[in-house]
């Protein structure tokens, strides 16, 4: 391994740790996501069960079919949370210590993104935990809850990561938190209490098809009530991806002109 | 003159803002290696500017500087290898504790791994931070802080040292414990210390030579005797009893050199020359049958310099820039 990798993993290692625990010491942090997104789906399925009723619906246990959303709901949660660290860390002037040393700009985001990526999980495992203890059965089995890590953290990092260039684009917390209704749009305008199919409102169904978060949700969605529905995991993570990947390109950016060093 | 190939050299260094504004308005510096160089000013002169430039996180629009021999633009990593700083705010992560900021700031900073926790150890004792080194910052005063800020400024064991403001809001115990510490570093370590204060006594007291910023140009520099012999002789300044005698008072302390700026109700006098002293000025006074409330001598200070320099006070300076600010 060449000694500029190695460093650069240390770097990465260093601050991954002090972003997990940066992370955990927070219960504001942790606990809205756990419990806002259990609640949220617990209502929506005593409202929405006679759904399951429609021609079509894929299922006949609104619980089953709405236990996707917490997942992408917990995501959206580490857009803030990844957005106002880093916002606190420019407004505190750590982000100019760190530009002090002789840290790598790629090892300050990837390193950021690990506490994103712990506490993505934790979400991921409590909700599955609450999903098994309501009675939900994982149609793709044990094999397919772990698939759904996977696929909740990637897309927790991806929102975390677009946290990361709102704060550092913005500079501030505030901003960063003003930004999180408007995320909550999409997850509204998204397939989250409907299949697309059934959507009646031409709008609406135009909309939420367009709408990335519906393919995120109808991936994890697949895993619990289909099984292994291959377009539809590929969609998901080629979603996850994508919203990841441009939103490193554009967080680069953004490092850069925030840590403007010579 | 002293070698600076080592230290502080900077050329006609510039910064200017979105929207016209200079911050920094061609600025020399000649600091010799070892030296605390003072620079003094009010809030908004250019202090933090300049030293956001000389440590390569802001660069200039015009000029050139080199720090401990290296160019600023074109040498940043090599700068930043030979700098500690410990700039305006502490910059803490509230949630970590000192042994957790001092790890991963040994770690970034590539201090050999086996040598790591002793560097830290070695550092808090120094600041006597090692009884609350496993205490959340969250819960430090703003002296112990400080404190920290200055240890993890310290953990690579750099030659030059920024420090911006360091004792802002401390309390004089605090204040007087971290110029111990920072006079320390440069008479026993050899560390080039570049300091920014709006603190005349911290200038006075720390500093081997003070650079006077205002407007974001030097308008004095030298040591601080040096600066306060510029203005010459100390002044006396005198309130009569019966404030209808000021023009009497005047008339008699105008034998004895200039009259200028007084306290309120009070005449005072810029004595000329060394054929007078406070003795002179009492006799007078007496011989004049004037009865006096208070007289006092003063000693010219750096705000004297100030107030020399740009026709206004520091506290003055500083409040015609948080009405720029208002406004």
Redesign the interface.
């Known amino acids: 391994m060449s000694t500029t990798l190695s460093t650069t993993l240390g770097q990465i290692g260093d601050l991954a740790r002090r972003s997990i625990t940066r992370t955990l010491r927070q219960p504001s942090y942790v606990i809205p996501p756990l419990i806002f997104p259990t609640l949220l789906v617990a209502v929506n399925a005593a409202g929405l069960r006679p759904s399951t009723a429609l021609e079509g619906f894929p299922t006949n246990s609104f619980l089953a079919f709405a236990i996707a959303v917490p997942f992408i709901q917990g995501a959206l949660f580490s857009t803030m949370n990844a957005g106002t660290d880093l916002a606190r860390d420019i407004q505190t002037g750590f982000l100019n210590r760190l530009a002090l040393t002789p840290m790598r700009g790629s090892a300050l985001l990837v390193g950021h993104m690990a506490g994103v990526m712990t506490l993505g999980l934790i979400q991921s495992l409590f909700y599955i935990c609450f999903a098994l203890a309501v009675g939900v059965r994982f149609e793709a089995g044990v094999g397919g809850a772990f698939v759904i890590l996977a696929l909740a953290t990637t897309i927790a990092a991806a929102f975390g990561m677009l946290g990361a260039f709102l704060a550092l684009r913005t500079g501030s917390g505030e901003s960063i938190q003003a930004t999180f209704p408007f995320l909550f749009v999409f997850l509204f305008i998204s397939s989250m209490n409907t299949p697309r199919n059934l959507i009646a409102v031409h709008w609406f169904k135009v909309a939420a098809t367009i709408n990335p978060v519906s393919y995120l949700i109808e991936g994890v969605r697949s895993l619990v009530i289909v099984g292994w529905d291959e377009t539809a995991l590929l969609r998901a993570f080629a979603v996850a991806l994508t919203i990841g990947a441009i939103s490193i390109v554009l967080a680069s950016h953004a490092l850069g002109q925030r840590m403007a060093r010579t | 003159m002293a070698d600076t190939s080592k230290g502080i050299e900077a050329a006609g260094l510039v910064r200017e803002f979105k929207g016209g504004v200079v911050a920094v308005a061609g600025i020399e510096l000649h600091v010799a290696e070892g030296e605390i160089y003072g620079f003094l000013g009010p809030n908004g002169a250019g202090k933090s500017t300049t030293v956001h430039m000389l440590?390569?996180?802001?660069?200039p629009t015009a000029g050139r500087a080199t720090v401990a021999g290296f160019d600023?633009?074109?040498q940043?990593?090599a700068?930043?290898?030979s700098?500690g700083?410990a700039?305006?705010?502490a910059?803490?992560?509230p949630?970590?504790t000192g042994r957790?900021h001092m790890r991963?700031?040994t770690?970034?900073?590539?201090v050999v791994r086996e040598e790591r926790q002793a560097r830290g150890e070695e550092l808090l004792e120094r600041v006597g931070l090692t009884a609350a080194a496993d205490r959340?910052v969250k819960t430090y005063s703003g002296g112990m802080k400080r404190r920290l800020d200055l240890a993890?400024a310290l953990v690579h064991r750099p030659r030059l040292l920024f420090l911006d403001e360091p004792t802002t809001g401390l309390d004089p115990q605090s204040r007087s414990a971290l110029w111990q510490e920072v006079a320390r570093l440069a008479k026993e370590d050899g560390v080039t210390v570049f300091l920014t204060t709006q603190y005349l006594e911290e200038a006075d007291v720390l500093c081997d030579r003070v650079g006077i910023i205002d407007q974001g140009k030097i308008v004095a520099e030298g040591t601080p005797a040096a600066l306060k012999a510029t203005i010459g002789r100390p002044t006396v300044d005198v309130v009569p009893t019966d404030h209808e005698q000021r023009h009497r008072v005047a008339d008699v302390l105008s034998r004895f050199g200039d009259l200028t700026q007084a306290s309120p109700h009070g005449v005072a006098v810029r004595l000329a020359g060394d054929e007078f002293g406070l003795a002179d000025v009492i006799r007078a006074l007496d011989a004049e049958e004037l009865h006096v409330d208070h007289l006092e001598l003063h000693s010219p200070s750096l705000d004297d310099v100030f107030l020399a320099k740009t026709g206004r006070t520091l506290e003055g300076a500083e409040g015609e820039q948080q009405a720029e600010l208002v406004s």
């Not at chain 2, 440590?55 to 660069?59: G, M, N």
């Open positions: 440590t390569t996180l802001l660069p600023i633009v074109k940043g990593p700068v930043r290898r700098i700083a700039l305006q705010e910059a803490l992560d949630v970590l957790e991963l700031q770690a970034l900073h590539a959340k993890l």
